[in-house]
Nanobody, 123 residues
Framework: QVQLVESGGGLVQTGGSLRLSCAAS????????????MGWYRQAPGKQRELVAT???????NYADSVKGRFTISRDNTKNTVYLQMNSLKPEDTAVYYC?????????????WGQGTQVTVSS
């Protein structure tokens, strides 16, 4: 079984910063073979889940227009971990942030999600 475990959420004031982390791991019976694209998505109350940023295994990045210039996605392939550095946070960034990974195991390739971490930006 594959797990994505997020950390780093919390409460911050407008203009503040947070850094989210997400580590992918297998189990005794499931080894991760390759991780392709990793990303962050968010869902605010009453809204659909939306893309925040993605990063390929080669390091190519893609950002939502609303976070360009404020958020930076990065990854450490040796640790199967993706990060999201969030600066100049705004109240509209308040949401549950979900980590996503497109990866393969011996069972095949699939899309996996973390449990989500709450980010709250106070005005």
């Amino acid at each position: 079984q594959v797990q994505l475990v997020e950390s780093g959420g919390g409460l911050v004031q407008t203009g503040g910063s947070l850094r989210l982390s997400c580590a992918a791991s297998g189990s005794r019976f499931t080894t991760i073979r390759s991780i392709y694209t990793m990303g962050w998505y968010r869902q605010a109350p009453g809204k659909q889940r939306e893309l925040v940023a993605t990063i390929t295994s080669a390091g190519s990045t893609n950002y939502a227009d609303s976070v360009k210039g404020r958020f930076t996605i990065s990854r450490d392939n040796t640790k199967n971990t993706v990060y999201l550095q969030m600066n100049s946070l705004k109240p509209e960034d308040t949401a549950v942030y979900y980590c996503n990974a497109d990866l393969s195991t011996r069972m095949g390739r699939g899309d996996y999600w973390g449990q989500g971490t709450q980010v709250t930006v106070s005005s």
